[in-house]
C-alpha cells in the first residue's frame, strides 16, 4: 500500500531564506506526486506535480521539486521565501498512478517570520 | 483547471442533526471526491462518487453515516448524518481534471456542538 510521509510538521524560516519541506514516498508501482498548499481558512491549492519525464518539476508561486525514484522522494524546495509563503503544506501521491485518490502526508507547517 | 463551488463554507449543527454540502462544478468531470480534515490532521478520503453508480467508500467510512448523490457530470452533495462533536471537520469537495490533475474546492468547516 502506498504511504507518505512528511519528515517535518513545523519549518520555521527566515524572509527570504531559502527553504525545503521534505517529503518521502512508498509505493510498489509507479506514481504520480503532488504539493499542495493550504493557506489559512481556504482550501487546497495544487503548486506542481510530477508525473512523467524530468525529475526537476517548477510549480507556482517559484516553487519547484525533484522527484528521486531512488531514495523515494519529493522534497519541495523555494530558493527566496516571502511572508506569504506562510502555510500548511501537502504531499501526495496519486493511487496506482494516474488522477485518482489521493493519499496525503501529514503536512508541513511553513512559518515565514520576518 | 475546472472550477468547483462548495456550500456552505461552515456551518454549526446540533448534535444528532445532518448537514448536507454540495459542491458544483463548471465543467463536466467524471470522478469527484470528498475527503474530511480532521482539525490539525491531514486529508483523508471519505468516498469517490462516479456520475451514474453508486459511491465507493474507503475503510472506516459507512453510506449511512455520510450518503453522497452524484445526480450529474457537474455536481455531488455529501451528508453528514447523526452529527456528533467528533464530525467536526473540514470537508472537501474535488474532482479529476484530465489536464490539471486532481482539484480541490474551498471547503467547508463543520462545527458540531
Known amino acids: 500500500a502506498q504511504s507518505v510521509t512528511q519528515l517535518d510538521s513545523q519549518v520555521p524560516v527566515f524572509e527570504e531564506a531559502p527553504v525545503e519541506l521534505r517529503c518521502n514516498y512508498s509505493?510498489?508501482?509507479?506514481?504520480?506526486l503532488f504539493w499542495y498548499v493550504q493557506y489559512p481558512n481556504q482550501g487546497l491549492q495544487l503548486l506542481l506535480k510530477?508525473?512523467?519525464?524530468?525529475?526537476l518539476v517548477k510549480g507556482i508561486n517559484g516553487f519547484e521539486a525533484e522527484f528521486n525514484k531512488s531514495q523515494t522522494s519529493f522534497h519541495l524546495r523555494k530558493p527566496s521565501v516571502h511572508i506569504s509563503d506562510t502555510a500548511e503544506y501537502f504531499c501526495?501521491?496519486?493511487?496506482?498512478?494516474?488522477?485518482?485518490?489521493?493519499?496525503f502526508g501529514a503536512g508541513t507547517r511553513l512559518a515565514v517570520h520576518p | 483547471s475546472a472550477v468547483i463551488s462548495q456550500k456552505p463554507s461552515r456551518d454549526i449543527c446540533q448534535r444528532g442533526t445532518s448537514l448536507t454540502i454540495q459542491c458544483q462544478v463548471d465543467?463536466?468531470?467524471?470522478?469527484m471526491f470528498w475527503y474530511r480534515q480532521q482539525p490539525g490532521q491531514s486529508l483523508t478520503l471519505i468516498a469517490t462518487?462516479?456520475?451514474?453508480?453508486?459511491?465507493?467508500?474507503e475503510s472506516g467510512f459507512v453510506i449511512d453515516k455520510f450518503p453522497i448523490s452524484r445526480p450529474n457530470l457537474t455536481f455531488s452533495t455529501l451528508t453528514v448524518s447523526n452529527l456528533s462533536p467528533e464530525d467536526s471537520s473540514i470537508y472537501l469537495c474535488?474532482?479529476?481534471?484530465?489536464?490539471?490533475?486532481?482539484?480541490f474546492g474551498s471547503g467547508t468547516r463543520l462545527t458540531v456542538v
Open positions: 474535488s474532482v479529476r481534471d484530465s489536464l490539471y490533475g486532481i482539484t
Open positions: 509505493s510498489s508501482v509507479s506514481v504520480y
Open positions: 510530477y508525473l512523467s519525464g524530468s525529475t
Open positions: 501526495a501521491v496519486s493511487v496506482s498512478g494516474g488522477y485518482n485518490k489521493l493519499i
Open positions: 465543467s463536466q468531470v467524471t470522478m
Open positions: 462518487a462516479n456520475q451514474g453508480s453508486e459511491a465507493t467508500y
